[in-house]
């Protein structure tokens, strides 16, 4: 019978070499473990029907030495990344919340963007939302920081001790404006018995491109990207930045690259990297969407051209991602940010279609609460 497990555990192995499972051993037999959320340009269907097959195999041939399967997280896997929100864009849409990612490196939490939905989404991946200490903006666009005033005070009314640090260009402006617009409710409650100032749990740094942290955990860089175009003369001109950033942990390079144009600066930012969560749009989607819902009629005739002007220069479309992302030589992609469609049941699977003419690694599109 023991002889007859040690067999099996071998037929296992054989069966899980080169897939993103590995067999670890618990008390009580063997459990397999990894990353079961994963697709590959393989497509979805096909990594699912392969999954399905080796957890069946397995199966049968745990119950077969008579021990049974638990779930057990591969050790392999200290850095994971949670894909928060992945609606591009401030239009509210019912399945995605607005752009905001998890990194989690030996169980610590670093927020990069902070878009609404951001704290029901850290619930529902099943964190914390009290232990998220550092909080990393790449543009102050609201779709990446209108859930940030949530964060901090539910952190604030259920007793986070530590400071929070939130890093970025503009987060001094937005943490100032977060409090103030927490002022009525702090007054309510301090007369309720609360006594902690808000201000004393929350700090704010504006921070220029190059080393902006590094602790035990990560390594944090970032280039300004060419999302934002100010006119001279005009109030953002000088003020505010728009940031990619280039995570390094034990074991993984992880960019984000935020919401940005094709640029040389992005792309040697993320040379090698193993994780490339970038933006994508397509310029005609959005303006189909926003035809359907009656925005676009509502622009000026000036007011559209300098959107597409925006759209084409300051984002990336599927073409620019695979052609950013070979120069980039990086492991894989993961697509995030992704534009309002007016398709509802959009599987945005012509973007996959489109970057793969450049580029030939893994590709994934993102959901809310995908892990990596
Ligand atoms: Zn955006
Ligand atoms: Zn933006």
Known sequence: ?????????????????????????????????????????????????RTTWIMSAIASLLLATGTFP????????????ITL????????????????????????LYLIDAGDGATRRIVQAGYDFRKVGKIFITHAHSDHTAGLATLLVSQWEYQRAEPTDIY????????????????PNAEI??????????????HAHDVKPG?????????????????????PGTPP??????????FETPGRVV?????????????????????????????????????????????????????????????????????MAAKADVKAIVMTHLGPSVNPNDDYQRFIDAAKKYYSGPITLAKDLMQF
């Not at 929100?85 to 490196?105: C, E, F, H, I």
């Not at 404006?177 to 002022?183: P, S």
């Not at 001109?237 to 940031?243: D, R, T």
Request: net charge negative; charged share 25%; hydrophobic share 30%.
């Open 1 to 49: 019978m023991v002889e007859d497990q040690a067999d099996n555990r071998q037929i296992i192995r054989d069966m899980l070499a080169g897939t993103d499972y590995e067999i670890t051993e618990v008390e009580n037999g063997a459990a397999f473990g990894g990353r079961v959320d994963i697709q590959t340009q393989t497509g979805e269907e096909r990594m699912l029907a």
């Open 70 to 81: 638990s779930y057990a997280e591969s050790t392999s896997q200290i850095t994971k990344v």
């Open 85 to 108: 929100g992945t609606r591009g864009g401030p239009l509210p849409t019912k399945d995605r919340a607005q752009s905001s990612n998890l990194l989690v490196v030996n169980d610590t």
């Open 168 to 183: 970025g260009s503009g987060v001094e402006a937005l943490l100032k404006g977060a409090l103030d617009y927490l002022t």
């Open 189 to 202: 409650r301090w007369a309720e018995g609360k006594r902690r100032a808000m201000a004393d749990t929350f």
């Open 211 to 231: 080393l902006v942290y590094q602790d035990a955990n990560v390594k944090v860089t970032a280039v300004e990207n060419t999302h934002f175009h100010f006119e």
């Open 237 to 246: 001109y000088g003020k505010y930045k728009s940031y990619s950033y280039r």
């Open 255 to 323: 960019l984000f690259t935020g919401d940005t144009g094709p640029t040389d600066a992005v792309t040697e930012l993320a040379k090698g990297a193993d994780l490339y969560l970038t933006e994508v749009t397509s310029p005609e989607d959005v303006v189909e969407a926003y035809k359907k819902n009656g925005t676009w009629q509502a622009k000026t005739g000036a007011e559209q051209e300098e959107f597409l002007r925006h759209m084409h220069e300051e984002h990336c479309t599927p073409e620019d991602v695979g052609k």
